[in-house]
Nanobody, 120 residues
Framework: QVQFVESGGGLVQPGGSLRLSCAAS????????MAWYRQAPGTERELVAS???????NYADSVKGRFTISRDNAKKTVALQMNSLKVGDTAVYYC??????????????WGQGTQVTVSS
């Protein structure tokens, strides 16, 4: 069974930074695009950033220039560096694999996610 374990969330002030990490298991990690999603209370889960098997990246307009996604195929991990955080970034963040960069739906069941709270 494919599993994702997210970590690195926490409470940070507006303008601060956090680095999220996701460890994947039971998956041929290097073959698949990977993505970070987030879900704020009362909203739909949304795609934040994705990275292809060849390190091509895409970002939601709301995070462009502030977030950076990266992957380490040897360690089967994907990271999300989040800078200049805003209150609106508050959400539970999840990672997942994608069938293709143009297919944004996740391939597998969700992990537990990691809570990011941006507040003064």
């Amino acid at each position: 069974q494919v599993q994702f374990v997210e970590s690195g969330g926490g409470l940070v002030q507006p303008g601060g930074s956090l680095r999220l990490s996701c460890a994947a298991s039971n998956i041929v990690f290097s073959l698949y695009p990977m993505a970070w999603y987030r879900q704020a209370p009362g909203t739909e889960r949304e795609l934040v950033a994705s990275i292809s098997a060849y390190d091509r990246t895409n970002y939601a307009d709301s995070v462009k220039g502030r977030f950076t996604i990266s992957r380490d195929n040897a360690k089967k991990t994907v990271a999300l560096q989040m800078n200049s955080l805003k209150v609106g970034d508050t959400a539970v963040y999840y990672c997942n694999a994608m069938r293709a960069m143009t297919i944004t739906a996740p391939m597998y069941d969700w992990g537990q996610g990691t809570q990011v709270t941006v507040s003064s």
